[in-house]
């Protein structure tokens, strides 16, 4: 008879859980709440011990005063004498000695509930300075945490993505809170660094090609034998590829400028201004359009070529965006309020004031949206106010009377 052999037993079942491990008593955790409520109730308790303490010892000596009224029996009449009450002395019968005793006792007991009284309210306002000084201790301590995660928020409020909170401490729901910040600040930092790795990528293959196009058809045009028709077709396609060219280098130049900028230096705005104002100033005198304004110095700290872009950019509109005789076009530069501003104001077609904040939104132009405009692609603005904002500064517009705008750079000194 055979026997069959016995089945292989189960391997053991893992002992070790990835997840985090439950408590198995919830309610104990150290959550704000509880620790509140023991500080907050311990104090209430210690204050309360030591106010009935003090009182109990003023109300002893109080009712050692209230009854140390010292009488003595002199002379051969027995008559009845007291140094708290010299009127027993004068007293002609029982009754009037009666009444005197009552008297001096209950003068002598209203004295000491007088005392008692000051000396508790001098105690309870003691007791009050020492319970607000301890509570306001206390609470600092208590809340350090959440400035600990207050200033990390507004560090990265600043584009500085690598800081952390890293709170240490009782597993209370301000390190539940300092945990998921640090959590979406890792998630967020890796999502910005693709971002600068994708820009850097599309930098590369979108100028590539672009640039090839350009050479090939400049080669073209530099035929004298080519045909007419070939070269104005010739001409078509390098208008549309500059144009291009000029669209992603917008985009790259919006995306990098909505990053903070770490390398700063000393830049005059009036040195920005005046160049920005050479370089248009072929094109103004070609549409009859009158540069002018006073540029003093006003020097701040960043990048001097996203600063240019500004001032280009603003000047450039204001040429552009102008009326078709007699326009013209003013670039102020100051120091006002502790602020660098730069202020550019022109000539132009009338503005409704309730269009001015579309013209910060990319591809968007005055009753226009992503047209065939040869005046732009429609990035100048929105570009102007990212590297503003990467600047900590501002940038406002605002309808001018008559016709125009005046568009108005605001960055700390």
């Not at 010299?86 to 009552?102: F, R, V, Y």
């Not at 590539?208 to 090939?216: G, H, S, W």
């Not at 204001?318 to 120091?335: F, K």
Request: net charge neutral; hydrophobic share 40%.
């Amino acid at each position: 008879m055979t026997t069959t052999p016995a089945p292989p037993k189960a391997p053991p079942k893992p002992t070790w859980d990835p997840r985090k491990p439950e408590q198995p008593f919830p309610w104990l955790r150290p959550t704000i709440r509880i620790r509140l409520t023991l500080l907050y109730g311990g104090m209430f308790l210690i204050a309360g011990i030591l106010l009935l303490s003090i009182i109990y010892l003023l109300a002893a000596q109080a009712l050692h005063e209230g009854s140390g009224v010292d009488f003595s029996v002199t002379g051969n009449n027995l008559s009845l004498t007291s140094d708290t009450c010299p009127q027993l002395s004068g007293a002609g019968s029982n009754q009037q000695l009666n009444t005197m005793l009552k008297e001096c006792t209950a003068a002598q007991r209203q004295h000491a509930l007088d005392g008692l009284l000051s000396r508790s309210l001098m105690a309870l306002l003691g007791l009050a300075v020492i319970a607000f000084a301890f509570g306001y201790a206390m609470a600092g301590r208590v809340l350090s945490p959440l400035g600990r995660i207050t200033r990390t928020a507004r560090a990265v409020a600043g584009s500085d993505l690598s800081r952390r909170i890293e709170l240490d401490g009782p597993d209370d729901e301000l390190k539940e809170l300092a945990d998921t910040f640090d959590d979406m600040l890792e998630r967020l930092q890796r999502a910005f660094t693709a971002q600068q790795r994708f820009v850097g990528n599309a930098s590369h293959e979108l100028r590539t090609p672009l640039a090839i196009n350009r050479t090939l058809l400049e080669v073209h045009l530099s035929d004298p034998g080519a045909p007419m028709e070939l070269q104005q077709l010739g001409k078509t396609l390098l208008a549309t590829n500059e144009r291009s060219e000029q669209l992603v280098e917008g985009l790259l130049l919006l995306a990098r400028s909505d990053n903070q900028i770490v390398e700063r230096k000393p830049v005059d705005l009036a040195e920005v201004a005046s160049q920005a104002i050479d370089q248009v100033r072929g094109e103004a005198d070609l549409k009859g359009v009158e540069v002018r304004g006073e540029q003093a110095a006003a020097v701040v700290q960043g990048n001097g070529v996203l600063l240019e872009r500004i001032a280009l950019n603003l000047v450039q509109n204001a040429v552009r965006y102008n009326v078709a005789e007699g326009g013209w076009v003013e670039v102020v530069t100051e120091v006002r309020h502790g602020q660098a501003v730069l202020t550019v104001s022109n000539t132009g077609p009338v503005v409704p004031a309730y269009e001015v904040d579309n013209l910060f939104e990319p591809f968007r132009r005055l009753r226009t949206e992503r047209t065939g405009s040869d005046k732009g692609v429609g990035l100048g603005l929105s570009i102007a106010r990212s590297v503003a904002r990467a600047h900590g500064g501002h940038i406002f517009a605002e309808p001018r009377e008559g016709g125009g705008l005046v568009m108005r750079v605001a960055l700390p000194i």
